[in-house]
């Protein structure tokens, strides 16, 4: 048994108890609690909270310090690590693995997930620290010491810890193979060409800290989300007339209602449920904690009022799923091909467009349709990288009291690993991926659920009187 079958093994064991049941129920019940709690905050409030977020995007961001970002861009920068490979590739092997169930179970997720991450937000805006620069610090690992007590530090290291660790697998591995093999696929680049560009030019980034991250998110994510919703809706409109259909595959197989007859009901839903809730949460990373490190560097002063941008996230992301779903069911290349191989990840996505493309227009539409998926890939999961970054070195400050050898040292090795990621085997990849999530995950849902009150009584104070502060 060689090194990667011991890894492969060890993690195939540890992520049956991560993403077994009882995480699925913790993930997806806490956003249900607090959707209770708060009376169905992200429908009820609907006209709220869009308003203290998309209304104020055509409106120039005041400014109101040189030392911290602003709301929208500490969103962006959030969205830059939630807009990534999930978006593309991670739908594409939900779909492939769990069924077009797993479409439904994602939406779910996120349903419940906007209340998770508008929870997380509101406690690392409430806790956040300021250091002897005048930046905020925040995040999971300061709302477990200052809001939980010092008791709970234990809870908050490792979370850090987990959290640094992750940052090699959601925000660096899999986003760089997912380059890397479009890439190769669409242009014939050779993948460990583009992991050192793509290293390169990351590292030109990070050096410049969460200033020069969030100046970089605010541009690209915005044109590079237009730029995918504008192109799925090309495809879904030349395959109008198949997509009832793939909406009602999304339902059955959700239900395991064509598999009821065969016996295999139970196995069918478990297999939607779990790469629906997994991949979404992959996507959205609602629960995680990690959103909120970048949204505890804003200036908004108001806990809630940064909450709102939580959900706002959410909302998009999952938007942005459903049209990606819709492309690859209306394509209807998910299943079993006749060689018996199966597509999954990046490839079933350029494949879902290239056919539809071509079906449409012609063969030389379908090679653009595989370069517009390739290029996509590229921004969105390029800028997930950065903003992973920014939240390992978030938590590496908190371990290490900000040590500057240690942080640099940590910029180092993760542009080198963005160079072995992007010549790495995809299936490992994904599941240590996943197994990192869950872990990271356990205990920043712990104080979710321990600090509920807090976050209940400012969402409270805010809606009787426009302001959670004082």
Request: hydrophobic content about 55%; some cysteine; charged content about 10%.
């Amino acid at each position: 048994m060689n090194v990667v079958q011991v890894i492969e093994r060890v993690n195939n064991a540890v992520n049956g108890i991560v993403w077994g049941p009882y995480m699925l129920i913790l993930l997806v019940g806490t956003g249900a609690l607090y959707t209770v709690w708060s009376k169905g905050f992200q429908i009820g409030k609907f006209g709220l909270w869009w308003r203290e977020t998309s209304s104020t995007l055509v409106k120039k961001q005041a400014e109101q310090g040189k030392d911290n970002i602003s709301p929208f861009q500490a969103v962006m920068t959030a969205m830059s690590a939630t807009l990534g490979v999930g978006n593309i590739a991670g739908v594409a092997t939900a779909i492939a693995a769990g069924g077009p169930g797993a479409v439904f179970w994602m939406c779910l997720s996120a349903f419940f997930g906007g209340m998770t991450k508008y929870a997380e937000v509101v406690l690392a805006v409430k806790f956040r620290q300021t250091d002897a620069k005048g930046f905020f610090h925040g995040g999971p690992m300061y709302y477990i010491t200052n809001g939980l007590g010092a008791q709970w530090k234990p809870l908050a290291v490792i979370f850090a810890i987990f959290a640094t660790l992750a940052s090699f697998g959601i925000g660096n591995m899999t986003q760089a193979n997912a380059i890397s093999g479009s890439l190769e696929k669409t242009f014939g680049v050779p993948t460990w060409l583009t992991g050192v560009v793509v290293a390169i030019l990351v590292g030109l980034v990070i050096i410049g800290g969460i200033k020069r991250i969030a100046a970089v998110a605010e541009k690209i994510i915005p044109a590079t989300a237009i730029f995918w919703v504008a192109g799925c809706l090309v495809v879904i409109i030349v395959n109008i007339a198949k997509v009832p259909a793939a909406f009602g595959d999304i339902f059955a197989n959700a239900f395991g209602l064509r598999s009821a007859a065969g016996g295999v009901l139970g196995y069918t839903v478990m297999q939607a449920v779990r790469f629906g809730i997994a991949r979404g949460v992959f996507s959205n990373e609602a629960g995680l904690g990690s959103a909120p490190i970048a949204h505890a560097s804003s200036r908004q002063k108001d806990p809630v009022k940064q909450g709102c941008w939580a959900i706002f996230e959410v909302f998009w992301d999952t938007i942005i799923n459903v049209n990606t779903a819709l492309v690859i069911l209306t394509a209807g290349l998910y299943f079993r091909q006749a060689d018996g191989s199966v597509l999954s990840g990046a490839p079933l996505s350029i494949a879902s467009f290239s056919s539809a493309l071509s079906s449409a227009f012609g063969p030389a539409a379908g090679q653009i349709g595989a370069i517009f998926v390739s290029l996509s890939i590229l921004f969105f999961a390029g800028t997930t990288i950065i903003g992973w970054s920014f939240y390992a070195e978030r938590c590496l400050g908190f371990l290490t009291k900000n040590n500057p050898t240690v942080l640099m040292v940590y910029k180092l090795l993760f542009c080198i690993v963005v160079v072995i990621g992007a010549r790495s085997e995809l299936t490992l990849i994904w599941s240590i991926a996943d197994t990192l999530n869950g872990l990271m995950a356990i205990p920043n849902l712990i104080a979710l659920i321990f600090l509920s009150k807090i976050v209940v009584g400012l969402t409270k104070k805010y809606i009787e009187t426009g302001s959670s502060l004082g």
